[in-house]
């Protein structure tokens, strides 16, 4: 067990519809991390926030959007989804956000499957 | 552009085996790489964590090597167990407008036979 939460575990809905991913952090941890897992693409960095800040962007599309709130614990959210947005998506947490050799601890993971 | 590629695509040995598993990078400005063991369906788990600076890093029976002149990485597994059964992925970090950014190599597919 990482300490990193994540929930749902599981979430199936149509296209077109909005959902949102939850994240807790270990605790101490200020950075959260997003990553998207799909089959043909495998594992992406979506986006990290640093103690309620954007400080990296990676391959998030312009439909998605998140935010890490005061407790630091951050929500991924998703909108006007696709059949191709099915996937796992990963949150992982690291004590800094500096990046450099800053361990990352992996959720779970939420399943989305898009119908 | 910056890629990772992973070699090879899977991979089957019996237990107690060794095994090594290639990485290769054309990331620029490369930062520092990693190594992550995932199993089916959970969280990718980190094994090394490497800067330019390191040749060799140990967790267990695992170690991890860098040569950032080639820009290639190899993770040893020694005396396989059967939960080394996994997927291995390697992450390249690179340090861009400030912000450190993750590229995915597609992972090995170990497979430890009894």
């Known amino acids: 067990d990482s300490g990193v939460t994540q929930t749902p575990k599981h979430l199936i809905t149509a296209t077109g519809q909005r959902v949102t991913l939850r994240c807790s952090p270990r605790s101490g941890d200020l950075s959260v991390y997003w990553y998207q897992q799909s089959l043909d693409q495998g594992l992406q960095f979506l986006i990290q926030y640093y103690n309620g800040e954007e400080r990296a962007k990676g391959n998030i599309l312009e439909r998605f959007s998140a935010q890490q709130f005061p407790d630091l614990h951050s929500e991924l959210n998703l909108s006007s989804l696709e059949l191709g947005d099915s996937a796992l998506y990963f949150c992982?947490?690291?004590?800094?956000?500096?990046?450099?050799?800053?361990?990352?601890?992996f959720g779970p993971g939420t399943r989305l499957t898009v119908l | 552009k910056n890629q990772v590629e992973q070699s090879p695509q899977s991979l089957i040995i019996l237990e107690g085996k060794n095994c090594t598993l290639q990485c290769n990078y054309t990331v620029s400005p490369f930062s520092n790489l990693r190594w992550y063991k995932q199993d089916t369906g959970r969280g990718p788990v980190s094994l090394t964590i490497m800067t330019f600076s390191e040749n060799t890093k140990s967790n267990g029976r695992y170690t991890a090597t860098l040569d950032a002149d080639t820009k290639q990485s190899s993770l040893h597994i020694t005396a396989s167990q059967l939960s080394d059964s996994a997927s291995y992925i390697c992450v390249v970090s690179l340090l861009t407008s400030g912000t450190y950014k993750y590229i995915f190599g597609t992972g090995t597919r170990l497979k430890v036979l009894a």
């Open positions: 992982a947490s690291s004590l800094l956000g500096s990046g450099y050799t800053d361990t990352q601890y």
